[in-house]
């Protein structure tokens, strides 16, 4: 069995914060690698100021680079447009993989507005990564309510494969202040520095 682990995101642009989680997850989780499934459009994000596709699978690629992380642009493949229809299919074509799912604690205060959240909870565990600012709003979520018993203790995340499901572990580290709002405000034409990027390969990652 292969551990992976799954951050999905619109990553625009891809960012050292998103690097510095995907690490510190791989350590505290046991992980053989993590997938960055760069979103061909999230449902919950506006359209204005989205950049082009192929951009942002170019910024994550970069952003990547040297680590155990594998992008992709499976949803685009897949032509699914949320992450429930997403893992259900992943199930299907990788067996033999145990995936859980990484988000952070901004995710995790607006889980409740994805479609079939509970689903996806009673699909694979989560890992949530502390995020600055966001620990009193994700304690009062709706999600967070119906997923309190669900809880695991951090010292018991590398046994993520063993957990009766729904579960959730909540990750804490100084995460790096990052954030692609902020990137976006300070460039935003940062894209252009990827405009000549080749055509995203949106094939299923290979096992």
């Known amino acids: 069995m292969k551990r992976v682990g799954l951050l999905g995101g619109s990553f625009n642009p891809a960012h050292k914060g998103h690097r ?3 690490l510190h997850a791989l350590r ?7 997938w960055w499934m760069v979103s061909p459009g999230n449902p919950l994000k506006p359209v204005e100021g989205m950049a082009p596709f192929a951009a942002r699978m170019a910024s994550a690629r970069a952003m990547a680079r040297h680590a155990p992380i594998r992008v992709n642009g499976i949803e685009a493949r897949l032509k699914t447009r949320y992450t429930a ?21 901004d ?9 079939d959240w509970r689903g996806i909870a009673r699909d694979v565990p989560i ?6 600012g966001y620990d009193a709003g994700t304690r009062a979520s709706p ?7 669900a809880v ?3 010292g018991q995340a590398m046994h993520w494969t063993r957990w009766r499901l729904p579960a959730l572990v909540l990750l804490r580290f100084r995460p790096d202040p990052t954030s692609a709002t902020s990137l976006r405000a300070a460039d935003p034409a940062w894209h252009r520095r990827f405009s000549s990027a080749p055509e995203p390969d949106s094939t299923i990652v290979r096992t």
């Open 20 to 22: 510095a989680i995907s």
């Open 152 to 154: 695991r203790p951090a």
């Open 28 to 34: 505290e989780l046991g992980l053989d690698e993590i």
């Open 85 to 105: 229809d997403t893992l259900a299919k992943l199930a299907r074509l990788y067996p033999r993989n145990r995936f859980i799912w990484l988000m952070g604690a």
């Open 143 to 149: 999600a967070m309510g119906w997923l309190r018993r």
């Open 107 to 115: 995710n995790l205060k607006q889980f409740h507005q994805w479609r």
């Open 127 to 132: 890992a949530v990564i502390a995020r600055p």
